[in-house]
């Protein structure tokens, strides 16, 4: 049992390095996907709100792995 836990380890580990980082990541693309379904959104600030979420997730996870 402890090999399969292992093995599903390195599996996950080959696509997601960062958990909180690819955690953000998908809140991110849930609250706007909910933002655009449930309000009256451009398009055009969908997008715009989508990419500086992005880009601040990922700046703050540079400057987390900066620090280490």
């Known amino acids: 049992m402890k090999v399969l836990k292992t093995i599903f380890d390195e599996a996950i580990g080959l696509f997601v390095d960062d958990g909180a980082y690819a955690a953000a990541i998908v809140v991110w ?3 706007i996907a909910g933002l655009v379904r449930f309000t009256n959104i451009s398009p055009n600030i969908a997008a715009t ?20």
């Open 29 to 31: 693309l849930l609250a």
């Open 49 to 68: 709100l989508l990419f500086v979420g992005l880009a601040a997730i990922l700046a703050e996870s540079a400057l987390r792995r900066s620090r280490k």
